[in-house]
């Protein structure tokens, strides 16, 4: 089977806060680059970094692309990116880390049928606290594919708890099953693509939902 060439990546990014004292919503845009990902309400202040391939980790943007736009994917491909969420202020929340499907190409398979690459790939959100132990969990290929069994065309989220100045990891997981067929292996000019959308949504402990 060919290798499947598209584009898998983060280009819409909503950072929702929602406070027990009222709602502050952000989108985050080509159109806006320069705002930051650092939301601040009173002492309530979310951050948002990805891991680096040297290992440092750097602030979202708007433009950020956390997925690997020339990955090749084919039965047992497997991507897994690294988030740091960072509660830098003093107010204990709960987080929820969210990827949802934004936009993709409609693409012919090997039997002339029309198909859509995200019903057959699988997704996979593992949260921690501690960086190494995230990554003994899924640092792995082996490991990383027992956490993503999830369907990619559904909304995917995790809850989470940061107190304050306290901070969590999280481990997005993309894969292709060894068992997908010809029923995804494309042909012609049309590229099979998907876009994906993060969201980090966090409330305020003992506030409103």
């Keep these: 089977m060919k290798k499947i060439a598209f584009t898998l990546s983060v280009g819409l990014i909503l950072l929702w806060i929602i406070l027990g004292a009222g ?7 080509d159109a806006t680059p320069e ?7 009173a002492d309530f202040e979310l951050k948002v970094s990805y891991r680096q391939a040297d290992g440092s980790y750097k602030e979202l943007e708007a433009d950020t692309k956390v997925f690997d736009d020339n990955a090749l994917y084919e039965p047992g491909y497997v991507q897994v990116v690294y988030l740091k969420v960072e509660n830098k202020g003093t107010v204990p929340f709960d987080f929820y880390t969210a990827v949802n499907v934004t936009g993709y190409t409609v693409a012919e398979n090997m039997m002339g049928e029309p198909f859509i690459l995200q019903d057959y790939l699988k997704f996979g959100l593992v949260t921690d606290t501690d960086e190494g132990a995230l990554d003994a969990l899924v640092g792995t290929r082996e490991r990383a594919c027992a956490y993503a069994n999830m369907e990619l065309n559904q909304y995917a989220s995790e809850k989470a708890s940061l107190g304050a100045e306290e901070t969590a990891y999280v481990a997005l997981i993309v894969r292709m099953p060894e068992e997908v067929d010809n029923q995804a292996n494309y042909r012609g000019e049309v590229v099979p693509e998907v876009d994906l959308g993060l969201i980090v949504r966090a409330t305020q402990q003992g ?3």
Excluded at 23 to 29: E, K, L, R
Excluded at 35 to 41: A, E, I, P, W
């Design 35 to 41: 705002l930051q990902n650092v939301f601040h309400f």
């Design 207 to 209: 506030g409103a939902a």
């Design 23 to 29: 709602t502050s919503i952000a989108w985050f845009s």
